[in-house]
């Protein structure tokens, strides 16, 4: 192996510490506690874990952490009426609807009913269009944190090749536009593109958000480019062990880029950070405090 790790733990680690001496001095200086309101419908296991830990670590940071759960069959008209709720509740600086909703619930509807400045998820059509259009907004956290990795990591990204495999609205679509913000030369890539590999192979910058296991291999990837791996995939390995695993064949990508985000421990921890990093932004905005860094 040759690659760099880029270790998203740590870097997430200084970034929530960073924001717990922020909402500190808040408090302290303002009497503020940012607050982050997290809705979770129904009892999808994965959502669940990921609630628990957004509150565990929204408290970590010295926030207030308000969690709302509502049952699998809740009426859109009960959901829309909690979200009104909590847009009007003062504590509260953000919002975020765990997804994927049941199927009855319209999460278009859902996530546009969210007031923008507390959508700390960056998912709202205003948030997407000052994006879009290069203003200040709500960005979404997994690309987000993508973005602050390879800060870290290169500094300047200007005049990068950079692919971005996959164009979801909350992952593919966001990184690109974040991407071109940073003066990268973009590609967005996905099930229809014809000869990925080649594709790929041009890129200084590969961002995987796929979702299909190791589908990656070392040999599409240019020698010395930066791999960001947002792919959790669970296997069942040759020895009968599930372990999670990302878009890019780790040890194959690792041997010829020169620098990778492993998984788990790159794209997951700088995601919830950044939630963080966002309903703290949120609260400054909300009362005319200057931005944190
Ligand atoms: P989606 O399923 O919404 O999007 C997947 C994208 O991959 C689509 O654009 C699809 O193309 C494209 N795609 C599918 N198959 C291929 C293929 N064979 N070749 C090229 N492109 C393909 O997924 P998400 O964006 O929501 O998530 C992607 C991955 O990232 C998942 O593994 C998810 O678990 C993970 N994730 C991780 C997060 C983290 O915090 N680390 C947060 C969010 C997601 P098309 O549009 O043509 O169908």
Not at 27 to 56: C, F, M
Not at 153 to 173: Q, T
Not at 211 to 233: E, F, H, L, S
Request: charged share 20%; proline share 6%.
């Amino acid at each position: 192996m040759s690659a760099t790790i880029i270790d998203g733990k740590a870097i997430a680690a200084e970034l929530r510490a960073r924001i717990a001496k922020q909402v500190e001095t808040l408090k302290r200086d303002q009497g503020i506690t940012p607050g982050l309101a997290v809705v979770l419908v129904g009892e999808d296991p994965a959502s669940q874990i990921y609630v628990r830990s957004k509150g565990k670590q929204t408290v970590e940071a010295g926030m207030q952490s308000f969690e709302h759960k509502l049952d699998p069959d809740a009426s859109e008209e009960d959901l829309l009426a909690l979200i009104r709720r909590l847009n009007d509740d003062p504590a509260v600086h953000g919002i975020l609807v765990q997804l994927p909703l049941p199927n009855h619930l319209d999460e278009d509807l859902v996530i546009n009913t969210i007031a923008p400045e507390k959508d700390v998820d960056g998912f709202h059509i205003s948030n997407v269009g000052l994006l879009g259009t290069g203003q200040k907004s709500m960005v979404p956290c997994t690309p987000l944190g993508c973005l602050m990795m390879l800060r870290a990591h290169h500094g300047s990204l200007s005049g990068m090749d950079a692919v971005v495999i996959g164009r979801s609205n909350i992952v593919g679509k966001p990184m690109a536009q974040l991407l071109l913000g940073d003066s990268c030369t973009v590609t967005i890539a996905h099930s229809r593109t014809k000869d990925l590999a080649d594709v790929v192979r041009r890129a200084d910058i590969v961002v995987a958000a796929v979702g299909r296991p190791q589908m990656v291999p070392g040999d599409w990837i240019k020698p010395g480019a930066t791999v960001i791996d947002v792919g959790i995939n669970r296997i069942v390995d040759d020895t009968g062990t599930t372990r999670l695993v990302g878009d890019c064949d780790f040890d194959t990508c690792a041997a010829i880029a020169g620098a990778i985000t492993p998984v788990p421990g790159g794209v997951g921890p700088m995601t919830i950070a950044c939630l963080l990093a966002n309903t703290l932004t949120a609260c400054c905005r909300a009362n005319g405090f200057p931005e944190p860094e």
